[in-house]
């Protein structure tokens, strides 16, 4: 999906998605990142709001420092830039179910109006197979373990559902209580940041609600955006637009992981590069294949 050109604001919705997702780890100490926008928004951050964030990886780099944008959880930069390098079970076992992760960053295929999460099967309409997509991953053990989760990706009646084609990780369930009857310690997701606006949980209902929109977007425009007849704050909120240096940082970013990607020669970017334990491949979780993240 193509992000809305920048036009006279000089910086296109994703960019400003992006920022605004950055900005929420000001406070993090500790985050747990998936693939695509939730790495993208979490490296801005250690870039611009939060420098000494530690970033962890479900392939067991801790405190990994990218100087490009990684391709996946498998990409030799996390282990490279790495404070230390685990094994999976470890970091899922006592980082993760220790409570030691204070955020988790996730994306989604679909998300509901309790911020469920599918990256599993989509429907693709009759006559047509199932859509796969690439599965949880630890999406289940961060949405249930890390002390809250945000989450990051682009506003459309596709991706935001009345009901998802597959559970794959639990938000708020099916409502109030749901998470503490099933033993799941942490707080589950908090906010939901996408290209038009921002999306937190009602504290009464759980249920997902318009809290910010982003400049230039109306209400209508969300609304007419989500599959289920979304709640509107009494007070709307307007986020603020990326600054230069913000922009520059995002760019920067996505810049210098373009040799790689293209397959270029390049410390990060060679074929069979050594990888360290730990830092073992596996596809992403999309929104889309090759797109966002679990």
Partial sequence: MNATPAGTTGFTSDELMEVNAARALA?????????GLPSTAANLARATVNPGLVLIYESGTIGSKPTRLPLSIGDGELADTADAVISVPEVFNYWLQ????????LGAAQVDR???????????????????????GGAPEIASNCGKVL?????????????LDFVTTLGHGSGPGDRKKLGMPGAGPVAVITDLGVLRPD??????????????????????????????????????????????????????GKPAA????????????????????????????GKETR
């Avoid at 406070?27 to 693939?35: K, Q």
């Avoid at 220790?98 to 960053?105: H, K, N, Q, S």
Wanted: a neutral charge; aromatic letters at 4%.
């Fill in 27 to 35: 406070d993090a100490t500790t985050c747990f990142v998936g693939i």
């Fill in 98 to 105: 220790g409570g030691r992760i204070d955020v988790g960053f």
């Fill in 114 to 136: 309790y911020a469920n999460i599918n990256t599993t099967i989509v429907d693709r309409g009759p006559g047509k197979p199932e859509g796969r997509l690439p599965g949880a």
């Fill in 151 to 163: 989450m990051v990706l682009r506003h459309s009646t596709r991706n935001f559902v009345k009901r």
């Fill in 203 to 256: 504290p009464a209902t759980a249920e997902l609600v318009l809290t910010e929109l982003h400049p230039g977007v109306t209400v209508e425009q969300v609304r007419a955006a989500t599959g289920w007849e979304l709640t509107v704050a009494d007070t709307v909120g307007t986020t603020e637009p990326p600054t230069p240096d913000e922009l520059a940082a995002l760019r920067a970013l996505k810049a210098a």
């Fill in 262 to 289: 293209a397959g270029e020669s390049g410390a990060a970017g060679k074929s069979g590069a050594a990888r360290k334990p730990g830092a073992a491949g596996e596809p992403a979780a999309a929104g889309k294949p």
